[in-house]
Nanobody, 116 residues
């Protein structure tokens, strides 16, 4: 059974850091292009960061460039998003996604709230 399970969200003060994890099962994540997206209340889902397969090249939305880092641990079949210098506008539900040809899998999301 294919599953993506996000964790690591929570409440953090502006300027703080969080690391999100996305554990994949039922497929080999390293052979998929994987990304993090987010959706804030009343807004459309936004692509935040991508790590490609093969190659492992990364891309970021301009709004997070220099603050967020996407990475993967192939041995653990896990995707990460290290978030630093968090801002209130980063508040959203963060989703993990895996894509390979016509295969497209989503996790259930994890809430990140940036507030003082």
């Amino acid at each position: 059974q294919v599953q993506l399970v996000e964790s690591g969200g929570g409440l953090v003060q502006p300027g703080g850091s969080l690391r999100l994890s996305c554990a994949a099962s039922g497929f080999t994540g390293s052979t998929y292009t994987m990304n993090w997206s987010r959706q804030a209340p009343g807004k459309e889902r936004e692509l935040v960061a991508t790590i490609s397969s093969p190659g492992g090249s990364t891309n970021y939305a301009d709004s997070v460039k220099g603050r967020f880092t996407i990475s993967r641990d192939n041995a653990k079949n896990t995707l990460y998003l290290q978030m630093t210098s968090l801002k209130p506008e980063d508040t959203a539900v963060y989703y993990c996604n895996a894509r390979q040809n016509l295969r497209n899998y989503w996790g259930q999301g994890t809430q990140v709230t940036v507030s003082s």
